[in-house]
């Protein structure tokens, strides 16, 4: 899971299953698609975003050793 923020609602932090999401974009705003269709708006760049999914994945393999 990783914690994003939705845009325009100031503080309202949400977490993202990582191993949903299909696509990101930026249109200029960063547009996470999930597999199942559902399109998020967050205020994080796609860069940002990229760096967290890592991050996570990351962490799951260190804890799979």
Excluded: W
């Amino acid at each position: 899971m990783i914690k994003v923020t939705k845009l325009k609602a100031q503080g309202c932090d949400f977490v993202v299953n990582a191993e949903l999401i299909e696509t990101i974009e930026e249109t200029p705003d960063t547009v996470i698609t999930l597999t199942s269709g559902k399109k998020l708006i967050v205020e994080e760049s796609m860069d940002e975003v990229v760096r967290k999914v890592m991050d996570y994945r990351r962490a799951l393999f260190r804890n799979m050793r």
